[in-house]
T-cell receptor
Framework: EAGVTQSPTHLIKTRGQQATLRCSPI?????VYWYQQALGLGLQFLLWYDEGEERNRGNFPPRFSGRQFPNYSSELNVNALELEDSALYLC???????????????FGEGSRLTVL | AQSVTQPDIHITVSEGASLELRCNYS??????LFWYVQSPGQGLQLLLK??????LVQGIKGFEAEFKRSQSSFNLRKPSVHWSDAAEYFCAVGAAELVFGAGTILRVKS
């Protein structure tokens, strides 16, 4: 069974540009989470989507946005890139919040965004 | 508010020695607790999790963790460390989106 897949693996942008990162969850998983892992800052929660709806977002500015598609894949968009947006962006999926929820997140290997 | 504290940023142990990584949490209800491991440039892999029941949980790669409600702790242990255990370890708490600690970098010396 395929795990969580993310693309691209690496992305280089310049300040002010927009970046789009993509994530495909494990088959059967309805929840997708996005985390930012910047150097020295640990994993910071960005966004949570479940069944196509945004369920929660972390303490990030509105230029961080995303969506979840009917097939449960997800996009993270970062507008007006700033140097400090350089980080590893990790996507994770889970079975959702229903009775089948195990709470466990399954992570992809991440997309490394570099902003010059 | 939920929070996780991993007080040790770096730990160095000798190969074959025992290991304990500390984790303290703050959570409003009965917590779901997790330990994840991250090798350089990789995503996170789940080592073990605690939902309820037996407070000593076994995980993969010979790791175990003990939930102590009175101390709000969920420390990770391994009786004998291997060089391949060198990585960064994250404790996490939550029931949907997880809150992660800052991580502990484990170095193993031969």
């Amino acid at each position: 069974e395929a795990g969580v897949t993310q693309s691209p693996t690496h992305l280089i942008k310049t300040r002010g540009q927009q970046a789009t990162l993509r994530c495909s969850p494990i088959s059967g998983h309805t929840s997708v989470y996005w985390y930012q892992q910047a150097l020295g800052l640990g994993l910071q929660f960005l966004l949570w989507y479940d069944e196509g709806e945004e369920r929660n977002r972390g303490n990030f500015p509105p230029r961080f946005s995303g969506r979840q598609f009917p097939n449960y894949s997800s996009e993270l968009n970062v507008n007006a890139l700033e140097l400090e947006d350089s980080a590893l962006y990790l996507c994770a999926s889970s079975t959702g919040t229903g009775p089948q929820n195990t709470g466990e997140l399954f992570f992809g290997e991440g997309s490394r965004l570099t902003v010059l | 508010a939920q929070s996780v504290t991993q007080p040790d940023i770096h730990i160095t142990v000798s190969e074959g020695a025992s290991l304990e990584l500390r984790c303290n949490y703050s959570y409003g209800a009965t917590p779901y607790l997790f330990w994840y491991v991250q090798s350089p440039g990789q995503g996170l892999q789940l080592l073990l999790k605690y939902f309820s029941g037996d407070t000593l949980v076994q995980g993969i790669k010979g790791f175990e963790a003990e939930f102590k409600r009175s101390q709000s702790s969920f420390n990770l242990r391994k009786p004998s460390v291997h060089w391949s255990d060198a990585a960064e370890y994250f404790c996490a708490v939550g029931a949907a989106e997880l809150v992660f600690g800052a991580g502990t970098i484990l170095r193993v010396k031969s």
